[in-house]
């Protein structure tokens, strides 16, 4: 019902910035939060921030004060600003909806983040 497009990634320095986005399309008047989740190798996915349809975030501890989490008021694009990158941020990065009242989780395909001087 809703498919997620995450886009952005790439290559970036260690200290630079860069800037994720998940376009939102389907039934986006039925999404009761968003999130970024990211991914190392081998590893199991892990929360980078949440937003809910109200605009409150929260944030993992290693995440906060360097990635800001934000969505358009249409509700159908998620950002990741990510700031002071570091190789171990270095992962694939995904966006995820809750829909409806059951909050049915939906994922994007994710975008690899690579950070290497």
């Known amino acids: 019902q809703v498919q997620l497009v995450e886009s952005g990634g790439g290559l970036v320095q260690p200290g630079g910035s860069l800037t994720l986005s998940c376009a939102a399309s389907?039934?986006?008047?039925?999404?009761?939060?968003m999130g970024w989740y990211r991914q190392y190798p081998g590893k199991e996915r892990e929360l980078v921030a949440t937003?809910?349809?109200?605009?409150?975030?929260n944030y993992a501890g290693s995440m906060k004060g360097r990635f800001t989490i934000s969505k358009n008021n249409a509700g159908n694009a998620l950002f990741l600003q990510m700031n002071s990158l570091k190789p171990e941020d270095t992962a694939v990065y995904y966006c995820?909806?809750?829909?409806?009242?059951?909050?049915?989780?939906?994922w994007g395909q994710g975008t690899q983040v690579t950070v290497s001087s």
């Open positions: 995820n909806a809750l829909l409806g009242p059951f909050r049915r989780r939906y």
């Open positions: 389907g039934s986006i008047f039925n999404i009761n939060a």
């Open positions: 937003i809910t349809s109200s605009g409150s975030t």
